[in-house]
């Protein structure tokens, strides 16, 4: 009998400059420096089990997870099991995990993923779950074309047919995602892109501004870069940039629009509801 695949990693990379992300504001407005250690443990949690998610659905997987931070903060001032579930769920709240996964009972999200990519590309058989993955193929290509993962979406396996966006599609409608993306052109093409700097010499001849993702999962998602976010910010507030960026979120995915311009669009729109 073969042995069974490892999905663990034993190290990955950390992020530079990790603690300065945008995402960790709110969190730590709310709750101090310490959530970003909490977030930390997490990542520890998800490349030391699963590998690139962790269950946290069930009361029983959130105690397990809640106690596993606990004991990792242990020490002076060390905070109390109801505490460490906020920061989570702030963490969650603020983007750093894909929501609609989280929704579900399962943290994950590109970056912790792409991490994951690239820490297994030298492994000969990587096992993932389709409906829990976010990478699309450009992205995976990206990074490296020569993981087991980036096989499996080439050849289908397990219901894989190239990027995830909830649903599994078809080889058919695969081509048609493909060519559309090679003729739209423009904002279409940058939809490959993720939270942060993609740290590749191809990403970065592609791209040198690196927009920001929000919302959705896969290309459905809303195109913003540092300076469209503080302006936004700065125009219509903290609440109103999430509101209108879910909304967009919405609007491209479930109605399949496409959107050239994502702040002029939610800027219009910010407009006619009288934000600015």
Known sequence: MAAPTKARLEYYARDIGLERDRKFRRPRLQHGAVVVLVYELL???????????????????????????????????????????????????????????????????????????????????????????????????????????????????????????????????????????????????LDIYVEDVLDTDEGQQLRPDYPQLFGGIGQHRVLLTDAQIDSLMIQIGHEAFDYYVEKLADYIGHKGRFVKDHYRTILKWAREDGKV
Do not use: C
């Open 43 to 189: 990542l520890d949690l998800i490349y030391g089990d699963q590998g690139y998610f962790l269950y946290y659905g069930s009361t029983d997987q959130k105690e397990d997870v809640h106690w596993a931070i606990q004991t990792g903060l242990q020490g002076k001032d060390q905070p109390a099991v109801d505490k460490i579930s906020k920061m989570v769920a702030s963490l969650i709240d603020s983007g750093l995990f894909e929501p609609r996964l989280a929704e579900q009972g399962i943290l994950t999200s590109h970056r912790i993923q792409r991490t994951y990519y690239r820490a297994t590309v030298e492994r000969r058989e990587v096992q993932i779950q389709p409906a829990y993955w976010l990478l699309s193929p450009e992205e995976m290509q990206l990074l490296s074309r020569k993981s087991a993962i980036l096989r499996q979406f080439d050849r289908g396996e397990n219901g894989v047919y190239g990027a995830n966006n909830g649903e599994d599609l078809p080889r058919e409608a695969q081509s048609k995602e493909k060519d559309s993306t090679r003729s739209g052109g423009g904002p279409r093409a």
